[in-house]
């Protein structure tokens, strides 16, 4: 190979890193509302708080890069809530069955749920402060409508 | 392992990221250098001392360093204590050393696998090796992307991985 083909092939590699890279870091903190249903009925009452209107669900795994910044992001966001909104962190290893069943392939990746287990939304990745408080304030939005409509 | 029982001793995540750097580029000086023999096939005698080979090798060793003695007691973890991180802010947040010292495992055997195949004298075995490695060095180094973790998590998704 001379030495233009070669320089191709190294730039060929640095151009499919980048793509790669960009396409990764677009999904990270990406919420989805879509298609999302309830947690499975055996989910022990331990991932759930059932003092706070919604619980911030955190699938980590031993070996996550992002997960202590997003342990932070998530705990400021419940203890500034005033207990509306509860944090709990659960290792993918200890509940293999639903971490397939809510088809968690990546970690840190977080459920909004309420106090019924309805999976609210699901953020992908590490998301900043702001992407979390957004959806807790939508999610506590929604829940107050329901609970308003009740009431009448 | 639980996450609720975490030690909170934890290290600057940019540490790893400057090591994947380091790596990145002699992967790509490795594999400058090896595709001009990686074609041929030449005698193993030969191909052992190869220049793309001995470098790879090297890169391996110092793989292996940084996934069997832990990420903390990585040498370019130590050039980074000592040169870079005098210079910059404190971090925003400390990282478990346990995800950057997988990432090294993967990076290890991806490497040994090249200078396996090399010395089996597979054409294109050992650039195929240090591309992959090159790869998920500069996703690590640039965007910060573990690779080896993402995947860990499709493993355990995929059930082949469970808790010990």
């Known amino acids: 190979m001379d030495a233009l083909q070669i320089a191709l092939v190294l730039a060929a590699l640095v151009a499919v890193a980048t793509l790669a890279g960009f396409a990764w870091q677009n999904t990270q903190g990406s919420v989805s509302r879509r298609a999302l249903s309830s947690l499975p009925p055996d989910v022990p009452p331990s991932l759930v708080d059932h003092s706070a209107v919604i619980t911030l669900l955190q699938f980590s795994g031993p070996f996550c890069s992002y997960c202590a910044a997003m342990r932070g992001v998530l705990g400021a966001e419940a203890s500034s809530s005033e207990g509306l909104v509860a944090h709990r962190e659960i290792d993918i290893t200890e509940y293999p069955e639903l971490t397939s069943a809510l088809k968690v392939s990546q970690t840190p990746t977080t459920f909004l749920v309420t106090r019924s287990g309805h999976i609210v939304s699901r953020i992908h990745g590490a998301a900043k402060p702001p992407v979390v408080a957004e959806e807790v304030h939508q999610a506590l939005t929604t829940r107050k409508a329901q609970s308003d409509e009740y009431l009448i | ?164």
Not at chain 2, 17 to 25: K, L, N
Request: net charge positive.
């Open chain 2, 1 to 164: 392992m639980s996450t609720s029982s975490k030690s909170p001793a934890g290290i600057d995540p940019r540490g790893p990221r400057f090591g994947a750097g380091i790596t990145g580029v002699l992967l790509l000086v490795t594999i400058a250098v090896g595709l001009g023999t990686a074609a041929s096939v030449a005698p193993l005698a030969e191909r052992a001392v190869q220049p793309a080979f001995l470098l790879l090798a090297a890169i391996t060793a110092v793989f292996a360093w940084g996934a069997f003695a832990g990420i903390a007691r990585h040498p370019y973890g130590s050039l980074f204590r000592a040169l870079i991180r005098p210079r910059l802010e404190p971090p925003a947040y400390l990282e478990e050393p346990e995800p950057p010292t997988f990432a090294q495992l993967v990076g290890f055997l991806v490497s040994v696998a090249g200078v396996a195949l090399h010395l089996l004298g597979v054409p294109y075995g050992l650039v195929g090796a240090a591309a992959v490695a090159f790869i998920a060095a500069f996703l690590n180094s640039v965007f910060g992307l573990c690779l080896g973790c993402e995947m860990y998590a499709l493993l355990v998704r995929a059930k082949i991985i469970r808790s010990a």
